[in-house]
């Protein structure tokens, strides 16, 4: 039997493994447009700030380790053009042109997600960048040490923006960045909790204009300015963090049906045909708590597509679960993080809330190098967790997932409030800012 497996990212590679790991018979292909495989995309800012020393230093594996590790089989830059289901072939491009058909089995479609590049004008002169794969991330270093870029403008304030912002300052650039919204970081955050953020990144030297598009790019073979509203600003490059688009067209050239926003799956990761499953962020999923269709473009997502795609494709029963989307990301000395529903989307779906806030240490008042921590937490009518936004100095990531366990087993705020947390001076308040938060939404709810 062979499984093919189109795409070399987070869900294709865990797609491929977990085949393995249950499975030592099945012939496992792998094809990617890309040279290098088995690297971190969201490790690209922190090379770029110089905190990672080299890209090479964010590729965990080569192909040669997947065949000698495991006995999976990648073929590298090459296209995969066509897929016949009736038939179970595809058609490939090699990097030289060269045309050829393989057979499956089963095939997986991890084709992810392009950058969304909004059509305006100058975004193909020389010196516009996207943040995708480590190419571009190289192709950014290189292009600032060549053209002796002093001046960078980041199109889009979502965490790679930001990530991607505060990276270009680290290098002495003078950084602008520009957010058709009213706020940073709105996938996450809500407003209160966002202008945090965006002052410690106006503190750190980094500009913010906010409400208004890019109008367009200017230059004449390479980016010179940039127009805002009425305003132009001078630049050396601009780096386009605009967001993503599922990579649909192979699924709908075999004939997989489409949701409301990408390809839809079942809870074990099958498209509309038997044999063809899709993992990763060219996949629709279930919102946990309000039950739609949405998008979830992270990498845990994508790890544990794989798993549940290649237990299944390998005889194991597996389920994919609603998703929460929780996220996190650093910036410089700040930590933000968010789960579940804010309370500006609860708003727009007229869902009554209840707004339980706190702000604490991240260790105890007498321990030194303790930093602040600021939290948000977002309960039903009926004292049900809903959602949790961070932002502080440190350790946000795992009250994230403490937060995204809660809203998962439906936990309550006065069961927070009980709950047990542990406590060390070096690491923790004696009191935990996350029962505090829940406290305060007691207040409100009795």
Do not use: W
Not at 19 to 39: G, H, L, P, S
Not at 192 to 200: I, S
Not at 214 to 227: R, S
């Amino acid at each position: 039997m062979r499984v093919v497996i189109i795409g070399s990212g987070a869900a294709g590679l865990t797609t491929a493994s977990t085949i393995r790991k249950y499975n030592k018979d099945i012939e496992i292909v792998v094809i990617t447009k890309e040279r290098e495989i088995a690297y971190s995309p969201c490790a690209i800012p922190y090379v770029i700030e110089g905190t990672i020393k080299s890209f090479d230093d964010i590729v965990m594996h080569t192909p040669a380790d997947y065949k000698k590790e495991r006995n999976i089989d990648i073929i590298t830059e090459t296209a995969v053009v066509d897929v016949d289901s009736k038939n179970n072939k595809i058609k490939c491009i090699d990097k030289n042109g060269n045309e050829f058909g393989m057979d499956y089995d089963y095939l997986v479609l991890a084709t992810g997600a392009e950058p969304f590049i909004p059509p305006i004008e100058g975004k193909d002169l020389k010196g516009v960048f996207k943040v995708r794969s480590i190419e571009d991330g190289r192709n950014i270093l290189k292009y600032i040490e060549e053209e002796k870029c002093n001046k960078a403008v980041v199109v889009g304030a979502g965490a790679i923006g930001l990530e991607m912002a505060y990276g270009l300052k680290c290098r002495g650039l003078d950084v602008l960045v520009v957010e058709m919204a009213p706020q940073v970081l709105p996938r996450f955050l809500d407003p209160d909790m966002a202008e945090r953020v965006q002052k410690y990144l106006e503190k750190e030297g980094i500009k913010i204009i906010l409400s208004k598009p890019l109008e367009k790019i200017i230059g004449e073979e390479k980016v010179e300015a940039v127009c805002v509203g009425d305003q132009v600003y001078e630049a050396d490059m601009v780096i386009m963090a605009t967001g993503v688009r599922p990579n649909i067209e192979l699924a709908k050239k075999a004939g997989c049906k489409i949701g409301k926003f990408a390809i839809e799956v079942n809870e074990k990761m099958q498209t509309s045909i038997p044999n063809i499953y899709a993992v990763g962020d060219c996949v629709e999923v279930v919102d946990f708590i309000t039950g739609e269709k949405t998008l979830s473009p992270f990498g845990t997502t994508a790890v544990r597509q794989g798993k549940v795609a290649g237990k299944n494709i390998a005889g194991i029963d597996a389920k994919f679960y609603p998703v929460l989307n929780s996220a996190v990301s650093k910036i410089g000395e700040l930590e933000i993080g968010g789960t579940g529903l804010t309370a500006f989307s609860a708003n727009l779906k007229r869902i009554p809330i209840v707004i339980g806030r706190a702000k604490g240490l991240t260790r105890a008042r007498y321990y030194p190098g303790g930093k602040e921590i600021e939290i948000k937490m977002i309960f039903s009518e009926n004292g049900t967790v809903f959602g949790c936004q961070i932002v502080g100095g440190e350790r946000v990531a795992e009250r994230i997932d403490a937060m995204s366990i809660a809203i998962f087993k439906k936990v309550n705020a006065e069961e927070i409030a009980n709950m047990e947390f542990c406590y060390a001076p070096p690491v923790s308040m004696v009191n935990e800012p996350l029962s505090l938060a829940a406290e305060d939404a007691l207040k409100k709810l009795h």
